[in-house]
């Protein structure tokens, strides 16, 4: 079995390379979502992925400040992220999932018991998440990063709270989390406060009428600062802008 958590393409493109006998394991949901989305993406991708690669490679050999910069250590983080993202068009083919589950499932094998949860929407429409009750472990998908910024514009931030709430009303010691290192269970707390963290500051631009341009200029907040993927901060603050703007609409 193969486990996709969401939709994004960097969880779904292996898909392709195991054999046809392995059940690819996706919410009903995620399927649609990657039936829908991948042609869309691939075709944007194929237009802005030479771009961004040269834009990377350009920074990358003019480069001459300090090397253990965090500026350093993006470029050489996205450079080849976009270049294997050109070169994977050549080969990728889309393989959707085949096997869905929508609420909990066990599979219970000679060693231990797994676990496949779905609560629905958070980082995305649809999130999956995979637990192992015996060893205490979860495998978040991208409802948890360690030390990067999620990225949120896909999701609902109100279920992803709930989300997290009810990762911690399980017995876990170690997360698996989407992107970043392995962690412990305050790695969901982390990820709370970071959503609670940005909705006051939506809210607090909407309530002294700031612009959604001025958006784009507000700070990182200091203990976000060392956060990878700083970049996915302000789409995220938009993103809560635009939801806290509508809640106050209804
Ligand atoms: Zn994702």
Same mark, same amino acid.
């Given at each position: 079995?193969?486990? /996709?958590?969401? =939709?994004?393409?960097?969880?779904?493109?292996? /898909?392709?390379?195991?054999? #046809?006998?392995?059940?690819?394991?996706?919410?009903?949901?995620?399927?649609?979502?990657?039936?829908?989305?991948?042609?869309?993406?691939?075709? !944007?991708?194929?237009?802005?992925?030479?771009?961004?690669?040269?834009?990377?490679?350009?920074?990358?050999?003019? &480069?001459?400040?300090?090397?253990?910069?965090?500026?350093?250590?993006?470029?050489?983080?996205?450079?080849?992220?976009?270049? $294997?993202?050109?070169?994977?068009?050549?080969?990728?083919? $889309?393989?959707?999932?085949?096997?869905?589950?929508?609420?909990?499932?066990?599979?219970?094998?000679?060693?231990?018991?797994?676990?496949?949860? =779905?609560?629905?929407?958070?980082? $995305? !429409?649809?999130?999956?998440?995979?637990?192992?009750?015996?060893?205490?472990?979860? &495998?978040?998908?991208?409802?948890?990063?360690?030390?990067?910024?999620?990225?949120?514009?896909?999701?609902?931030?109100?279920?992803?709270?709930?989300?997290?709430?009810? %990762?911690?009303?399980?017995?876990?010691? $170690?997360? %698996?989390?989407?992107?970043?290192?392995?962690?412990? @269970?305050?790695?969901?707390?982390?990820? @709370?406060?970071?959503?609670? #963290?940005?909705? *006051?500051?939506?809210?607090?631009?909407?309530?002294?009428?700031?612009?959604?341009?001025?958006?784009?200029?507000?700070? *990182?907040?200091?203990?976000?600062?060392?956060?990878?993927?700083?970049?996915?901060?302000? %789409?995220?603050?938009?993103?809560?802008? !635009?939801? =806290?703007? @509508?809640? !106050? @609409?209804?």
């Amino acid at each position: 079995y193969v486990v /996709n958590s969401h =939709s994004h393409n960097d969880h779904i493109r292996g /898909n392709q390379t195991f054999p #046809n006998d392995i059940k690819i394991i996706s919410t009903t949901r995620t399927r649609e979502l990657i039936e829908e989305w991948e042609p869309l993406d691939i075709a !944007e991708e194929k237009k802005y992925a030479p771009t961004r690669y040269s834009y990377y490679d350009s920074l990358y050999n003019s &480069f001459s400040g300090d090397k253990l910069s965090r500026e350093y250590q993006q470029i050489l983080m996205w450079r080849p992220y976009y270049e $294997t993202l050109l070169n994977s068009h050549l080969e990728i083919k $889309t393989r959707l999932p085949d096997t869905y589950f929508d609420s909990i499932q066990n599979f219970d094998g000679p060693n231990r018991r797994i676990q496949l949860i =779905s609560k629905g929407p958070g980082h $995305t !429409e649809s999130d999956l998440i995979l637990y192992l009750p015996d060893d205490k472990i979860i &495998f978040s998908g991208d409802l948890i990063f360690n030390k990067c910024h999620p990225y949120m514009p896909h999701g609902s931030i109100s279920n992803w709270k709930n989300w997290l709430d009810y %990762m911690n009303s399980l017995e876990v010691n $170690t997360i %698996m989390p989407g992107h970043g290192e392995i962690g412990a @269970k305050k790695l969901i707390n982390h990820m @709370k406060n970071y959503l609670l #963290n940005l909705e *006051i500051s939506a809210s607090n631009l909407h309530k002294y009428d700031q612009s959604i341009e001025k958006i784009g200029m507000v700070p *990182i907040p200091d203990e976000y600062k060392d956060w990878w993927f700083d970049r996915f901060y302000v %789409m995220n603050l938009k993103f809560a802008y !635009e939801v =806290s703007k @509508k809640v !106050e @609409k209804e």
